[in-house]
Each structure stands twice: as structure tokens, then as C-alpha cells.
């Protein structure tokens, strides 16, 4: 959108609208778009300040500034926004200040958020009753609009003026010898950036330099500040490619006159981006949804934040919110920090977890007015995946990042280079000494290293702090070896060679049934299973007649403790076979990772929960060969995997901790 409410030069907003590729002078420039048919323009019935050129369907937002000549403080800085339909020769008006606006001779009231349409000639009151406007189109019979002669000329003489380069502003010689200097040329232009504060003993005042709009230093807001701030930056960025047109580079040249190039998207930064969408958006999938709001680019730059401890806190306090309208911007950086990344042609990504939606803590509408609420309060376009339960799309799995390449990108490679993330969910130790405690988890860290991009804590990213210490998980998947040994002692042998027993001890998901199945069942053991039979009870039955039978026997189960294991120890004894201990080696959290792998590649995987994984730990015990085992093997975690795509998912992180 287009902002009139404030501008530096009366010819500058030419730079917020188009940018133009001019062949004939083979230099990048700034200008009005002259591409359609018709023009329309907001023409003021005081004559009080120039026509606002409205261009086609791109909406323009006025208001309180100096363009509109508007000191008022009851009007908004961005009290309307005009979409102009030149095909149509219709202006859409939208009111967005908190104090009403009026249209029409009868004056109707067009409250906070309602919408109107006005045709040529209709009269818009930018407050009720006050500083009346009327709609121009050009090309349109100008009697019926109520515009006189003179008024047609001044418009004439408006849109007729010669389109500036950016040489213009930044040229070091000036044909007219003019040694005007660029603050000058600010004051000119209504800016308070040029303006002289005056000190007196009781109060500060702000002269401009015909004295004619005197304001008090007070009325000048942070709203004022950040549009200054936006002003100057972007006089900057003007400037940079002036200096780059000017450059003996001809790579340079090149890239400047390729072609049109939108603001913040300027083609020295190698970046690709795609058409801005024209409506906000939910979209739906299993334990995703997807809220792109109006606005969003696609480009190969990606700014990924996460939401709660990144972008948002408590309102309340607390650790969670109490309720869904408990969030409040965590710094007031924030935000300018953001518009900033769209500026420099980042496309904007925030990345949740909310399991609370599938827990029932709350509705998936909830949160999506929780998602519109907060990126209204920012102000920006942004695109949110919300991940409302476990599976794929939960972070640290690259499930939801996934799916914004392949769906939600417009096709444009994203460059891991030029792209970051930004979370709280870091690793970090808790720190005493500044009374703050130790992160919930790694999740954000891991995710940004599972995509290879760079990563910063919220701290660091928004507040410049130095990077904080840090711990990794005990299991880092990356660390995974395929050459070792898979029995230690190497000389045990997998099979006996007469009947026996052979006991698995091991943490669930750490390989064992596998083991049986690959290598013992093909030899004729008789696997022996609680998940199939349902009862230890059931277990020790099938083991004793199979052991009658004359057949071996491989018991899988997790078996942690001595008291577990005697059970089948004296199964043994009783048949007056052997029996061996095969105990895995796969650590706890290692263990968890397979847990987790096997919930992403296998549909029919039935999930083990936590409770299962703490019970084994707290009741494990080491096996030791006086619980009457004949030998006890070692089986090390040997990894098999159908291709490298299946490899490269398993060497992932996909644990939050």
C-alpha cells in the first residue's frame, strides 16, 4: 500500500509506485505509471494541496502530513484507503482512522472499517463535514464532476510535469548551479526532518521554513519517528542505486535496466521473488493449516520466525497464555525489525507448534483470530504454518518446511544462504545470575540446522546480544556410524547351534524385534512377543511349550529388571537348555529418535508414548551373568536404510530435545 499521509518531496512518492526500465536513456528510473488507459486523481475542493494521483487497484492510504495539508489531529495519518478501478471509473474507500469520514452531498458516515464506492465527481469529506475532496478521472466529461477550467488546467499542469530520474536527486552537478543541499530539499517538501526546533523556557515548537505550520514538538509522535525513519531509509536505498547506475561496472548496468523491479526486491541482491497474493487466506491439511495473508511475495529469501517467545509473550506473565487474547509483541523492535526483512526483499514466515488444537485446549477458528489479530497489529504481510498436533509438520521435522517449498512458494528455490530462523526453543542452560531459565527445549536450533540455514535467538536477532551458550541433544543423529561391529564381543556368534534361549533387554524402538526377525526366525527360533501376545503370563507359556517341543526360543520383550528377566531364566533351567542375554546398546534418547522416525515413514506404526520409554528407565537394571545367563552379547545399533532419501530423513534432528 501507498502511504500520502506523510512524503518527502512532492515528486518522491513516484519511487514508492513503479519502477521502470528506460531504454532510450539506459538508466533505471523512478516515475508515476502511465501504463493504463485512464487516470484518476483525488483533487481537493480548497485547492489546498496538489491532486493525489490514485493508481490503478493499487490502494493508496491519506491522511493526516503534509501532502494532504491535513494538521488536524482528528484525522488519522492513514484515516482512509482509495482503490481506484480505472476500468470500472469507480474508487473503492475503505475508512481505517477511529473518527469517522463522510461521502457525498448528504454526507454519509462511513464509520471505522466500513467500505463505500464513489464514482467520478462524488465528494469524499476526509473527516465528517470537513477538508471535502472530489474523484477525477481523466478522460471523463468534466462538467459533470463540477470542475471548472481553471481546475482542469491545474490538474493538466500536475500530470503533465516531466517524469524525475533518479539522478535527479542525487546527481553531484546540477545544471542550474543550484547549490541546494538535500536537507533542504526535505523542507520543501513539507518533511519535518528539514524543520528548525525553536527552544523557549516553557515549551518546543517546530517552525518550517515559511513559518506557515507551526506545531508543537509534543504532537509529534513515535508513528512520526518510524515514518522518518522508513523516509531515510529509503532516500538511502535511491541513493545506492544511483551510486550503482553510475558505476563503470557493466555487470552492474545490466542488472539495473533488466527490467521493472518492486520495491525492496531491488535485483543487486540475486534474489527471486513471485507476484504479492491479492487476499488473505487459510488453508487446510491434516494437522496443518496455513494462513497467508494479503500481500505475501514469494522469494527465494526466507525469514523464519517462530511465534510464542519469538514474536509474541504473555501478556499475563505466565509461562502460557490464560487465555487466547493473552499476547502482547515481545519488544518494540519488533516490528520495525520485520518490515525491514520485507524491505530488503525477504519474504516473512512464522512457524508454530500448537498442540493445544488437537489436545482441545482450544479451536482451530480460535487460533486462526489469533494469527489475524496479531499480523494486524504488525502490520506487514506475513505467511504462518501452524502445526496443531504431533506427526510431520512439528518442528524440528521438515515437514512443515517442506510443504512451503513445494506449495507455497510459487516454485522459487529458496536460497539456505541468504535465509534465517529465528526462535526461543534454543538450548540454553539456565543463568542464575540473570534469573532466567533454562529453554524448554532445542527445537527452533534443531530445526534451523535439519534445513541448513542460520539460526538466532530472539535476544540476538531483535536486541543484537551476543550468542548465548547453548547445548546440543545427547543424541545427535548426524554423529551415526554404519561400520561398526554388530555383536561385541566379535567373536559372539548370533545363533547357539543347539536349542537355547536368548533374552533381549533394550529400551523400546532400539531394534530388537527387527534383530529377532532378521536374523532368528529365519533359524528356526520361536519369537516370543507381549505386543502380539498380550501377557507376560501368555510369554512364559508359549516359552516353556516351545522349549518342550524341542524349538528355541527368542524372547523380545524389553525385560528391564532381574525380576522380569528370572521369569524365563527359569524356563530355561527347567529345560535344561542354555540361555543367552543380548542387551542393545542404542541409548535412551537414541531410541526416542527411532520412536519418532518410524511415526514419520510408517503409517501403520503404533505409537509409543513417553510413559513407556520413563518406565523402562527408571526400572532398568544392568543384566549380569549371576542371574544365570551363560553369556551375555552386546548387540550394537547397525543402520540399514532402503535409500538415501530414507537416510537422509534418519539423520535428521527430529527430537524438540
Known sequence: MWSLGRAVDRSLPSFLFSFRSYSTANRLKYRYSTAMASKCYLVCKQSSHEPVPLPDKVPVSIGRGPVMKIKDTKCSRNQLELTADHSKSVVKVKQIGPNPSSIGENEDILAKNEEAVIRDGDILHVIKGKYPHFIKFEGGDSTKSGLNEQENAKIEKQTNKKSKSIADYFSKDKSDGSNVTRKRKLDEGGSYEGCKRLKSDDSETVSTKDNENVTSHNDLSDEDDDEEKEIKKKLQMMKE???????????????????????????????????ATSEARWESKEKLMIYTGKGVRPSSKIAGFDLDGTIITTNSGRVFPINIGDWKILYPEVPGKLKKLLADGFKVVFFTNQSGISKGKMTEQEFQRKVENITSKLNIPVQVFVSTGSGLYRKPSLGVWNVLLSENNDGIEVDPKQSFYVGDAAGRPENKDKKKKKDFSCGDRLFALNIGIRFYTPEEYFLGHKPAPFNMPEFDPRDLKSDVTLLTPSTANITFGKQEVILMVGVPACGKSTFVKQYLVPED???????????????????????????????????????????????????????????????FNHCRHNERFRELTDSKHQHINDMVFNSFKSKFQEPIKEEGFSEIVKVNFVPKFKNKHQEKKYKQFLLEK
Not at 544511483?242 to 526486491?265: C, R, T, Y
Not at 505386543?531 to 501368555?538: A, E, P, S, V
Open 241 to 275: 542505486t544511483f551510486q550503482k547506475m553510475s558505476s563503470p561496472d557493466p555487470s552492474v548496468s545490466a542488472s539495473l535496466n533488466s527490467g521493472p523491479v518492486p520495491l525492496g526486491f531491488g535485483s543487486h541482491d540475486n534474489q527471486k521473488h513471485g507476484k
Open 525 to 587: 527360533y520361536i519369537h516370543v512377543n507381549r505386543d502380539t501376545l498380550g501377557t507376560w503370563q501368555k510369554c512364559v507359556q508359549v516359552c516353556e511349550k516351545s522349549l518342550k517341543e524341542g524349538k528355541s526360543v527368542a524372547v523380545d520383550n524389553t525385560n528391564p529388571d532381574k525380576e522380569t528377566r528370572k521369569r524365563y531364566v527359569d524356563c530355561a533351567k527347567k529345560a535344561g537348555v542354555p540361555c543367552r542375554c543380548f542387551v542393545f546398546t542404542a541409548s
